[in-house]
């Protein structure tokens, strides 16, 4: 093989995620993560081995290459896997640029995006805490993938800090909300997925064809502001709580490279409308983790989750989304929303790890938490791993500013 890549590589030749990055003498261009190093496409393009439009590749987004469709996309893929174990290979080591060297940038741009709320472990523990123990479920939770639209604009790359989103917060007891910055500030671990096909509005997308609409997969930190989305939410759910920051992975893993990890979904019932129902298998055994780190100080993992644990898969979000003929657009990203399992050690927010703050957590370093401080950074991290194959997204993190 033209490189060396260690056995624990998320970027493996099983995987060739794509991606935006640059260097100090060349601008921000389509990229593939190889082990510790990128492959700049730009480069290896110039070599003649691509038969299509290779201006596509010099671009701020993936948007324009992902256009070209799977046919195509796929096959740049599979060509790449191939020449990096052939010694006579089009890929020079002048073509490979070291991760550390280079600056990563967000991924696609995002027109739109819509985020879920499917995991059943987190809704249930949302509405155990806040409305009834006993019936902890809306009664459209089983028959709908819940969602809302969020905010495109403020969704940034991992290493983005995070300034602490002020707002209005009604205090326990108090008769008016005060203005102040959140208290509550929290992660949400997910995944998103990238739209990588429009569709025509008024055109619904079904179960069945949904795959071919959806290029590959990112990780996701929906931050939220608990105390200001607590105040807001009703009736018409979230804003100012959530539109603050969301950060993602910087490589997109396609969806040909997690084929391998595909497994069964929980059991739904009741049954699902027609439209929902669906063939094979749409979840994916994903491990997931969060680490929590205090300034200059040491992480403390304080969740670990499987994206297997989703009751609403991804084919049955885009058929739910567009039932009623709303149009998608090629890099739409589409979130999974809060990402649980079903013990304490698996949740995936501090709203539910503290139990609202009922219960801190205590860090390696001897200090508390019930919900992100100032100066604290998340990191999300997921990998997928089967038959000494390993496929991961690396990680997205952020670090959270005071706002005085």
């Not at 073509?95 to 819509?114: E, F, I």
């Not at 969740?303 to 149009?327: D, E, P, R």
């Not at 997921?382 to 690396?394: E, I, L, S």
Request: hydrophobic share 35%; charged share 20%; aromatic share 10%.
């Amino acid at each position: 093989m033209l490189i060396n890549i260690s056995i624990d590589s998320d970027f493996s030749i099983h995987n060739i995620p794509f991606g935006i990055f640059s260097t100090a003498g060349n601008t921000p261009r389509v990229g593939v993560a190889i082990g510790e190093h990128i492959l700049d496409l730009v480069a290896l393009a110039k070599t003649g081995v691509f038969d299509f439009d290779i201006s596509v590749l010099d671009r701020k987004y993936l948007n324009e290459f992902i256009s070209l469709g799977k046919p195509i996309t796929g096959k740049v893929r599979t060509d790449i896997q191939d020449w990096l174990q052939k010694d006579d290979s089009p890929i020079s080591a002048e073509m490979l640029v070291a991760q550390s060297d280079a600056t990563l940038h967000m991924p696609v741009r995002v027109g739109d995006y819509t985020d879920f709320y499917s995991s059943i472990e987190h809704a249930t523990n949302v509405g155990k805490m806040f409305r009834d123990p006993e019936n902890a479920l809306l009664p459209n939770w089983k028959h709908i993938p819940v969602g809302y639209h969020g905010r495109a604009s403020s969704i940034v790359v991992s290493g983005t800090d995070i300034k602490r989103p002020k707002g209005q917060v009604m205090p326990k007891g108090a008769d008016k909300p005060v203005y102040k910055a959140s208290g509550r500030l929290d992660f949400e671990l997910e995944m998103a997925f990238i739209i990588g096909k429009e569709s025509q509005l008024g055109e619904p997308i079904t179960t069945e064809a949904a795959p071919d609409h959806i290029f590959g997969m990112v990780l996701f930190n929906d931050w939220s502001a608990r105390d200001i989305q607590k105040w807001e939410y009703v009736p018409l759910g979230p804003f100012l709580g959530k539109n603050f920051a969301s950060s993602v992975s910087p490589w997109v893993v396609t969806m040909e490279a997690l084929e391998q990890f595909k497994v069964e979904g929980p059991t739904q019932e009741p049954v699902v409308q027609p439209y929902l129902a669906y063939q094979g298998q749409h979840n994916y055994d994903i491990n997931l983790e969060v680490g929590l780190t205090p300034d200059n100080s040491k992480e403390t993992i304080v969740s670990k989750s499987n994206y297997k644990y989703m009751y609403w898969n991804m084919v049955q979000q885009l058929a739910h989304h567009t039932v009623n003929g709303c149009n998608v657009k090629v890099g739409d990203m589409l979130a999974s929303g809060t990402i649980s399992g079903k013990t304490t050690n698996s949740y995936g927010s501090m709203l539910e790890i503290s139990w609202s703050g009922a219960n801190p957590i205590t860090l390696k370093t001897g200090e508390r938490r019930t919900f992100i401080e100032d100066n604290d950074t998340i990191t999300l991290r997921g990998f997928a791993k089967k038959d000494g194959k390993r496929v991961g997204f690396g990680e997205v993190s952020g670090k959270i500013l005071p706002n005085t």
